[in-house]
């Protein structure tokens, strides 16, 4: 299995909790980009890391949301004190370098459900 | 501001006959296109892409087709199988961009 991998594949908690999200990017794939589906609904870009750094986070929706990045390898997506809406599908993918035309290959995301 | 489209949220198609998905674009400077198929429960999964250099780009079974004068792209695939059923997006990004702009999504069902 050299796809990305996330952890865990399915996460409940009650409302007012802290959650962390785990991504495994494909071995030697230097970035690394988080998103978050909806149901029923396309992906929104929430962050991207280029190696240990991470040059946009404009896509984080508020403070409550954090992501790092350590080794050029794992990543953690932090959500403090969840709220209802951030019940959704949250996916990882990673690629072989930053640029424009390098196609993401995503993981099978955590499902993330607010009690 | 930029939004990638579809216009066709859901798309039914017999088995064994071809289906185009369709994706309208606004950003005129988008230069890198990408299809993905997503599977129930799986993360989408990267079918074929295109350059703005290009016009039409094949894979097995699946066909890109890049119209930049009005903005369009298509996904054709031929000789549809059961598998094939998913929800199909298009994605767009420009040079120096990093994030990927996806559309809604089409659900293409093969009927047997």
């Given at each position: 299995g050299a796809g990305v991998s996330q952890s865990p594949s399915n996460k409940v908690t009650e409302k007012g909790k802290d959650v962390e999200l785990r991504c495994d990017p494909i071995?030697?794939?230097?970035a690394l980009y988080w998103y978050r589906q909806r149901l029923g609904q396309g992906l929104e870009f929430l962050i991207y890391f280029q190696g240990n750094s991470?040059?946009?986070?404009?896509?984080?929706?508020?403070?409550r949301f954090s992501a790092e990045r350590t080794g050029e390898s794992v990543s953690t997506l932090t959500i403090q004190?969840?709220?209802?809406?951030?019940s959704a599908v949250y996916l990882c993918a990673s690629s072989?370098?930053?640029?424009?035309n390098q196609p993401q290959h995503f993981g099978d995301g955590t499902r993330l459900s607010i009690l | 501001g930029e939004s990638v489209g579809l216009h066709l949220p859901t798309l039914s198609v017999q088995e064994g006959d071809n289906s185009i998905i369709n994706c309208a674009y606004s950003?005129?400077?988008?230069d890198y296109f990408i299809w993905y198929k997503q599977e129930s429960g799986k993360g989408p999964q990267f079918i074929i892409d295109i350059r703005s250099n290009m016009d039409k780009r094949q894979g097995q079974r699946v066909t890109v087709l890049l119209n930049k004068t009005v903005k369009h792209l298509s996904l054709q695939i031929a000789a549809?199988?059961?598998?094939?059923?998913a929800v199909y997006f298009c994605a767009e990004n420009y040079s120096g961009n990093e994030k990927l702009t996806f559309g809604t999504g089409t659900r293409l069902t093969i009927i047997p």
């Open positions: 071995s030697g794939h230097t991470a040059p946009d986070k404009s896509g984080l929706p508020s403070d004190r969840t709220q209802q809406e951030d072989s370098s930053t640029g424009w | 950003n005129s400077a988008s549809t199988q059961p598998g094939d059923s």
